[in-house]
């Protein structure tokens, strides 16, 4: 059994910067590929950045000169860290993790992921 507790949510304004952070329980083979999701307010939770066994990150377009995904394997935690954040990125983020793998073009996909943490809201103004 994995369990995920993500950190470091809160409210920024725009152009700010944070760094979520996910710390996971549950052996390491059992967290094949790790992420992180968003969900705004009336929408559908999406893809932000995720990472695989050989350290292969997949982001979306949109995001990816902004947000970085990391992890270390040691301290068993995951990060997102976020610059330049805007009104948009407003939404609860969260970290999720699935015990097997799964093809590059899937990474991004919340219904493949079988682990998912209770999520840290972020916020940001402008």
């Known amino acids: 059994q994995v369990q995920l507790v993500e950190s470091g949510g809160g409210s920024v304004q725009a152009g700010g910067s944070l760094r979520l952070s996910c710390v996971g329980s549950g052996a390491p083979e059992s967290k094949n590929c790790m992420a992180w999701f968003r969900q705004a307010p009336g929408k559908e939770r999406e893809g932000v950045a995720a990472?695989?066994?050989?350290?292969?990150?997949s982001y979306v377009d949109s995001m990816k000169r902004r947000f970085t995904i990391s992890e270390d394997t040691i301290k068993n935690t995951l990060y997102l860290q976020m610059h330049d954040l805007q009104p948009e990125d407003t939404a609860m983020y969260y970290c999720a993790a699935r015990s097997r793998p799964i093809g590059w073009s899937l990474l991004l996909s919340p219904i493949y992921y079988n682990y998912w943490g209770q999520g840290t809201q972020v916020t940001v103004s402008s």
């Open positions: 990472i695989d066994n050989d350290g292969r990150t």
